[in-house]
Every structure is written in structure tokens, then in C-alpha cells.
């Protein structure tokens, strides 16, 4: 079955040191590969996306994700977090080769900035 | 600047009331979407809409249904409100413009309880 997983529910990370959320897929083709960023209180904003080419994409907030298509993953990661990097943070995907426009979520990844 | 509106961000009904939940976009997108966000579960989408006058049912419409009369105007309708709808409920939209690559645009959301 076709599947975004998020294998880390919550993260503790100390502002200042690097972050990495991880996001694996199960789809038939490489589907286009998304990550949004959801602050307290709002909704969910667009951090960067992956069709193709170069496998590493840079996105906003300073924000970066790495495509693996042989580990099917699709990681982001951030060299050094600020306070206000504390969000719940979703990987979605649409599948490619159709007109499907519905995104499918993984369950998401809490992130807790420490001073 | 890309804009989505939800009508309520707080909203308690009892349960058997009939609720509706509104959701206004100023980008003259096409398609809409509405999903629900649980803890554990991410988002899941309930129902979208390609056009007006226009819906087909997502992963999770059992006990919802849509309107969408004009094109900016996409409704949510709980029919008879049950406690196992107490949810956080987003709105999305995103232009049809041949691709399913587009960045698909948030509400605020609106946190919805049945006692």
C-alpha cells in the first residue's frame, strides 16, 4: 500500500545545534515530495518541495531536504535551529504521472527547541 | 498576498447539531480541499473540489458533506455532529494548472468540539 511515514513522533533539539526530520515513502514511482511546517496556532506553510533533478533542495527558514531514491527517503534538515523553528513539521506526497492532486500526509514530527 | 479564511478558529456545537464550517480563498483556485488533523494521524483528507458545483469524496467523508456554489467558497457540513468528529479541521486550495505539483494553500483551521 502506498504510505508516508514519519518515524520520529517528537524531537529535542537545543537552539543552535542541527536538525533532521526524517520522511520515508512507499509508492510505485518517485511521487512529488513535499514538507510543510506548522506553527502553533496556524496553518501549514509550504517549506520546499522535490520533482526532479538535483536531489538536494533548499527551501525557505533556511531549510533543506535531501531525495534518496534508494532508501525512498526524503530527509530535511537545518544546520542550526532557532527558537522559533518549534513546530509540528509534515512530509506529503502527491503521485506522479497523473493529475491526482491530493496530498497524502505522514503523521508528523513535533519539534521542541530547548534554550 | 495568497489568502485562505476560515469562518471560525474555535467552534463548540452539541452533538446531533448541524455545523458548517467555511472556508473563503481570494486566489481564484480551482481546487479546494478540506481535511481533518489528528494527533498520530496527520492530516486526512475528507473531501476536495475541482470546480464548482464539483466534489468528490476523500479518504475519510463518512459523516461529512461539501457545498461549493462559487468558485472562492468551499463549505464543510457535518450533518449530525458526533464526538468522534472533535477534530482540528484545515482548509486547502491550490490552482489547476496542469500539474499536481502546485503548492496547495492553508487556512488557519478551525478547532471544532462536540460535547
Known amino acids: 500500500a502506498q504510505s508516508v511515514t514519519q518515524p520520529d513522533i517528537h524531537i529535542t533539539v537545543s537552539e543552535g545545534a542541527s536538525l533532521e526530520l526524517r520522511c520515508n515513502y512507499s509508492?510505485?514511482?518517485?511521487?512529488?515530495l513535499f514538507w510543510y511546517v506548522q506553527s502553533p496556532g496556524q496553518g501549514l506553510q509550504l517549506l520546499l518541495k522535490?520533482?526532479?533533478?538535483?536531489?538536494l533542495v533548499q527551501g525557505i527558514k533556511g531549510f533543506e531536504a535531501e531525495f534518496k531514491r534508494s532508501q525512498s527517503s526524503f530527509n530535511l534538515r537545518k544546520p542550526s535551529v532557532h527558537w522559533s523553528d518549534a513546530a509540528e513539521y509534515f512530509c506529503?506526497?502527491?503521485?506522479?504521472?497523473?493529475?491526482?492532486?491530493?496530498?497524502?500526509f505522514g503523521a508528523g514530527t513535533t519539534v521542541t527547541v530547548r534554550a | 498576498d495568497v489568502k485562505v479564511t476560515q469562518s471560525s478558529r474555535y467552534l463548540v456545537k452539541r452533538t446531533g447539531e448541524k455545523v458548517f464550517l467555511e472556508c473563503v480563498q481570494d486566489?481564484?483556485?480551482?481546487?479546494m480541499f478540506w481535511y481533518r488533523q489528528d494527533p498520530g494521524l496527520g492530516l486526512r483528507l475528507i473531501y476536495f473540489?475541482?470546480?464548482?458545483?464539483?466534489?468528490e469524496k476523500g479518504d475519510i467523508p463518512e459523516g461529512y458533506s461539501v457545498s461549493r456554489e462559487k468558485k472562492e467558497r468551499f463549505s464543510l457540513i457535518l450533518e449530525s455532529a458526533s464526538t468522534n468528529q472533535t477534530s482540528m479541521y484545515l482548509c486547502?486550495?491550490?490552482?489547476?494548472?496542469?500539474?499536481?505539483?502546485?503548492?496547495?494553500?492553508f487556512g488557519p483551521g478551525t478547532r471544532l468540539t462536540v460535547t
Open positions: 486547502a486550495s491550490t490552482p489547476w494548472g496542469g500539474t499536481p505539483r502546485s503548492e496547495q494553500y
Open positions: 509508492y510505485g514511482a518517485t511521487p512529488y
Open positions: 522535490y520533482f526532479s533533478g538535483d536531489t
Open positions: 506529503a506526497v502527491v503521485p506522479s504521472g497523473t493529475n491526482d492532486y491530493k496530498l497524502s
Open positions: 486566489m481564484d483556485h480551482e481546487n
Open positions: 473540489s475541482y470546480d464548482v458545483k464539483m466534489k
